[in-house]
C-alpha cells in the first residue's frame, strides 16, 4: 500500500466536504424550479451528513484530519525513500561482487519492506478510528440540538433527507441544526488514535 493510498483513505470526511463545495461551485444545468406542494404537517427530513459537512466544527474536524493525515505522510515518506533507495541500489549491484553480502541486505531490505508495510496498515487503522471518534463526538453533540429542532418544528416523524427523492426544503430541521451546533462547539482538541499500546493524547 502506498503512502498516497493511505493519505486518501484518512480524509474522507473531508472528500465529503469538498464534494459538498464542488457541488455548490458546479454551474448547474438550467432546469425548472421545483413545485414543492405544502408541506406535510408533523413530517420533518434532516441530513447528518449535510451538518457534518457545513457546521464549524465539522469543517475543523475535516482540516484536521488533513493535518494528521499530512503528519503520517511525512513520517512515512522518509522510511518509504529509504526503502526505495537501498532496493535500486541491490538491483544495480555487480553481478560478480560478493553474494553472501548481497544476499544479508536483501534479507535486511524485505524484513524492512515488511515492517513498513505494517506500519503503513497500523497507520491507516488509526486515521480511520481518529476519524470515527471525532465523528462520533460530532454525533453527541447533534443529538440533543436534533431533538430541540424536531420539537420546535412540531414534527411527528423524521426521516433522512438521502432517503426521500424530493421534500419541501421548509421540512427540513437541518439548517436549524447547524445554527444550533456552530452556537454549541466549533472545534475541540484531538490527535491521531494509537493502536500500539502508546497513550493517546487528551481528547
Known amino acids: 500500500m502506498s503512502v498516497k493510498q493511505i493519505s486518501a483513505a484518512m480524509v474522507a470526511l473531508a472528500a465529503l466536504v469538498a464534494g459538498q463545495a464542488?457541488?455548490?461551485?458546479a454551474a448547474p444545468a438550467a432546469a425548472p424550479a421545483v413545485r414543492h406542494g405544502a408541506p406535510i404537517a408533523g413530517?420533518?427530513?434532516l441530513s447528518p451528513e449535510a451538518v457534518a459537512g457545513t457546521s464549524?466544527?465539522?469543517?475543523?474536524?475535516?482540516?484536521?484530519?488533513?493535518q494528521i493525515a499530512a503528519q503520517v505522510n511525512a513520517e512515512l515518506a522518509g522510511e518509504k525513500t529509504a526503502i526505495d533507495n537501498e532496493a535500486k541500489a541491490l538491483q544495480?549491484?555487480?553481478?560478480?561482487?560478493d553474494q553472501?553480502?548481497?544476499?544479508?541486505?536483501l534479507t535486511a531490505l524485505q524484513t524492512r519492506a515488511e515492517a513498513f508495510n505494517r506500519k503503513a496498515g497500523q497507520r491507516e487503522q488509526e486515521i480511520q478510528a481518529t476519524e470515527q471518534k471525532a465523528l462520533?463526538?460530532?454525533?453527541?453533540?447533534m443529538n440533543p440540538l436534533?431533538?430541540?429542532?424536531?420539537?420546535?418544528?412540531?414534527?411527528?416523524?423524521?426521516?433522512?433527507?438521502?432517503?426521500?427523492?424530493?421534500?419541501?426544503p421548509a421540512s427540513d430541521i437541518t439548517p436549524a441544526?447547524?445554527?444550533?451546533?456552530?452556537?454549541?462547539?466549533?472545534?475541540?482538541?484531538f490527535d491521531r488514535e494509537r493502536l500500539d499500546g502508546a497513550a493517546a493524547a487528551p481528547k
Do not use: H
Open 22 to 25: 464542488q457541488a455548490q461551485t
Open 43 to 45: 413530517l420533518c427530513t
Open 56 to 66: 464549524t466544527v465539522g469543517k475543523y474536524v475535516s482540516t484536521r484530519l488533513q
Open 92 to 97: 544495480a549491484a555487480p553481478q560478480g561482487g
Open 100 to 105: 553472501a553480502a548481497l544476499q544479508s541486505r
Open 136 to 141: 462520533a463526538r460530532i454525533s453527541t453533540e
Open 146 to 168: 436534533v431533538r430541540q429542532a424536531y420539537e420546535a418544528k412540531g414534527c411527528a416523524i423524521l426521516l433522512q433527507r438521502e432517503a426521500v427523492l424530493m421534500a419541501n
Open 177 to 189: 441544526v447547524v445554527t444550533a451546533l456552530n452556537a454549541k462547539i466549533t472545534q475541540f482538541t
